[in-house]
């Protein structure tokens, strides 16, 4: 595609239930991150793969998130039992390889409430 | 532990006026830089970034950055603002630690020109 893709855009649920997080990367980019950006915050590094295998998931906040990406395109980020503090938005980004000095290529986020 | 510093929040400028945001790092090894920029109702994007040879880097719109490794700095600069720089502008270090890469992003400022 054109861009990174994300969703959804938007998404409200309760206290306890799983939600999971779509990310379309540009077509060709090998690597994908996933952020968290919080309001004062900045964004928070939780995981990048290279491919479909993520080397370092040490960034992830706790056991209840987790993601996974297939056929080296589409990744998704499952958080189970959300919590109140989950509610964040979680920004996807992809970069033609991985290597330090790659440019992200930012999708729109996905805004997650939970109430 | 690897952090970014953003040292202001906000800024408020007239139009014409110069701009320096400052970005201090903390990693002893070898880093690339980046100063990304989210306009209002946009998708976060790279202005510039450093990761070898001359450290006065250039960007688009007229901006601009120098890497002073002694001081573990990476300031972003434009001569005169335009009231179209309004946004929130974030400095991002990478660095490769024990064979995985760590991307951090300082909290963010928030810039607004005013007409």
């Known amino acids: 595609g054109a861009g990174v893709s994300q969703s959804p855009s938007n998404k409200v649920t309760e206290k306890g239930k799983d939600v999971e997080l779509r990310c379309d990367p540009i077509s060709g980019h090998t690597a994908l991150y996933w952020y968290r950006q919080s309001l004062g915050q900045g964004l928070e590094f939780l995981i990048y793969?290279?491919?479909?295998?993520?080397?370092?998931k040490s960034g992830l906040p706790s056991d209840r998130f987790s993601a996974e990406r297939t056929g080296g395109s589409v990744s998704t980020l499952t958080i189970q039992r959300t919590q109140q503090e989950d509610s964040a938005v979680y920004l996807c980004?992809?970069?033609?390889?991985?290597?330090?000095?790659?440019?992200?290529?930012f999708g729109p986020g996905t805004r997650l409430l939970v109430l | 532990a690897q952090s970014v510093s953003q040292h202001n929040h906000h800024v408020i400028l007239s139009e014409a006026a110069s701009l320096e945001l400052g970005c201090n790092y903390s990693?002893?090894?070898?880093?690339?830089l980046f100063w990304y920029v989210q306009y209002p109702g946009q998708h976060l994007q790279l202005l510039l970034k450093y990761f070898s040879g001359d450290p006065l880097v250039k960007g688009i719109k007229g901006f601009e950055a120098e890497f002073i490794k002694s001081k573990f700095s990476f300031n972003l600069r434009k001569p005169s603002v335009q009231w179209s720089d309004t946004a929130e502008y974030f400095c991002?270090?990478?660095?490769?630690?024990?064979?995985?890469?760590?991307?951090?992003f300082g909290t963010g400022t928030r810039l607004k020109v005013l007409a």
């Open positions: 980004a992809s970069s033609s390889r991985l290597a330090g000095a790659e440019t992200q290529y």
């Open positions: 991002a270090v990478n660095a490769r630690d024990s064979g995985t890469y760590k991307y951090i």
């Open positions: 793969f290279q491919g479909n295998s993520a080397p370092d």
């Open positions: 990693y002893g090894g070898t880093v690339n």
